[in-house]
């Protein structure tokens, strides 16, 4: 399984952005796809994450309201809409697929395939 994220920016706080995350490498679509993010100097943390088959998201509480998560299943595509980003949402984002317990679609080591990264930098 392969991943490839793109989209990130450097931005001023207030705006919005939106990630992509193309799968391949999968013939199926039983699968979750995670967003996790890291922060300068911080630990990885969930940001949320998808069921793909089912369409079911989960996000972590601090950013419900501001970040969706959505897919293509036709593309192999999961995206991460952010809005009103604030200086804090500054890290490397991640995506990540495995087949995950949906209680576990948050939980970082619950995934073998993890995509590159991408930067967003969000300035005041």
């Known amino acids: 399984v392969q991943l490839v994220e793109s989209g990130g920016l450097s931005m001023q706080a207030g705006g919005s952005l939106r990630l992509s995350c193309v799968v391949s490498?999968?013939?199926?679509?039983?699968?979750?796809i995670g967003w996790f993010r890291r922060a300068p100097g911080k630990d990885r943390e969930p940001v949320g994450g998808?069921?793909?088959?089912?369409?079911?998201?989960m996000y972590a509480d601090a950013l419900l309201g501001r970040f969706t998560i959505s897919n293509d299943n036709a593309k192999k595509t999961v995206y991460l809409q952010m809005n009103d980003l604030k200086t804090e949402d500054t890290a490397a984002y991640y995506c990540?697929?495995?087949?995950?317990?949906?209680?576990?679609?948050?939980?970082?080591?619950?995934?073998?395939?993890w995509g590159q990264g991408t930067q967003v930098t969000v300035s005041s």
């Open positions: 998808i069921n793909v088959l089912e369409g079911r998201t």
């Open positions: 490498g999968v013939t199926h679509d039983a699968y979750s």
């Open positions: 990540a697929a495995d087949q995950v317990p949906r209680h576990c679609i948050r939980r970082a080591t619950h995934y073998q395939s």
